[in-house]
Every structure is written in structure tokens, then in C-alpha cells.
Nanobody
């Protein structure tokens, strides 16, 4: 059974940084892509950034240059370093397991419980 556990969210001032972690268990994830999504109040869940099995990364334009995804294959963990945070980054952040179709991340529909990120202006 796939289990994803996110952590590292919190309250931060605009311009600050946070580092999220997602610990995956239930199978070996080295051959899967991993991704981060977020959902703000009243909005649909949206893709933020992903990393393929070979380490290639893709991010949405709104976070490019500010957010960096990385993964520890040995520990089945994926990280999201978020710098220069803005109030519009406020959301619940979720990690997911999936694959890439071209440059598009496709989730296998496994989700963690999410971690809240709140950026104060």
C-alpha cells in the first residue's frame, strides 16, 4: 500500500523560505516520478513541480526560479525547497507519485494528507 507523508509546512513572512518533505513507503519509488501539487482555498489542486525517475525537473512558471525539487532515492523521500515565498503561494501542499508523459506530470492518484503553507504579506 502506497503511503505518502508530507511535512515541513508552516507560517512564514513573504520573502521567507520553507522546506517541505514527503516520505514515501509501500514500494520502491526510484522508477517513478514524484511531484508536488498545491490547493489554495476555493481553488482546484494545481501542479507545482515534479522530478522524473532520472532526476529531470519541471516546474510551473509561477514558481520557476524560486522552488526546487529534489529527491533522495535511498530514503524514498522528495523535498521541496521554497524560497522568496509570496502570499499567493499560500495553500495546502501535497506530494504525489506518477510518471511523465512528455513534460506533463501524470499522477497515479496517490496523495498524502498535505501540509499547510501560509505566507504572510
Amino acid at each position: 500500500q502506497v503511503q505518502l507523508v508530507e511535512s515541513g509546512g508552516g507560517l512564514v513572512q513573504a520573502g521567507g523560505s520553507l522546506r517541505l518533505s514527503c516520505a514515501a513507503s509501500g514500494r520502491t519509488f526510484s522508477t517513478y516520478a514524484m511531484g508536488w501539487f498545491r490547493q489554495a482555498p476555493g481553488k482546484e489542486r494545481e501542479f507545482v513541480v515534479g522530478i522524473s525517475s532520472d532526476g529531470s525537473t519541471y516546474s510551473t512558471e509561477s514558481v520557476a526560479g524560486r522552488f526546487t525539487i529534489s529527491r533522495d532515492y535511498a530514503k524514498n523521500t522528495v523535498f521541496l525547497q521554497m524560497n522568496s515565498l509570496k502570499p499567493e503561494d499560500t495553500a495546502v501542499y501535497y506530494c504525489s507519485v506518477g510518471y511523465y508523459s512528455g513534460s506533463t506530470f501524470v499522477s497515479h492518484d496517490y496523495w498524502g494528507q498535505g501540509t499547510q503553507v501560509t505566507v504572510l504579506s
